[in-house]
């Protein structure tokens, strides 16, 4: 069993920043990509960017350049440092894990992330 805590998400002005966190615990050693999602109103989900435990990433394009994934192995935590932001990266943000063996994904509750213009 995995389980996973977004916070961080908040309501910002466009072009500002904010800096989303993913705490793991659980069965920590079964993940290897830890990957952020989000769901904007009436949209379906994408995947936004992903971190490996070699600390690979990889990022949708239209974030490129603004947003940042990180890891603290220490503290079991992921992070999305978003710069730039803009309205339309205004969604919902999830933080997604898949145990290697099993393929179970497991899914955070979100933290909402609102950019007004």
């Known amino acids: 069993q995995v389980q996973l805590v977004e916070s961080g998400g908040g309501l910002v002005q466009a072009g500002g920043s904010l800096r989303l966190s993913c705490v793991v615990s659980?069965?920590?050693?079964?993940?290897?990509?830890i990957t952020w999602y989000r769901q904007a109103p009436g949209k379906q989900r994408e995947l936004v960017a992903g971190i490996s435990n070699g600390a690979s990433t990889n990022y949708v394009d239209s974030v490129k350049g603004r947003f940042t994934i990180s890891r603290d192995n220490a503290k079991n935590t992921v992070y999305l440092q978003m710069n730039s932001l803009k309205p339309e990266d205004t969604a919902v943000y999830y933080c997604n894990a898949v145990e290697v063996l099993s393929g179970i994904n497991y899914w955070g509750k979100g933290t909402l992330v609102t950019v007004s213009s």
């Open positions: 659980g069965s920590t050693s079964s993940i290897n990509i």
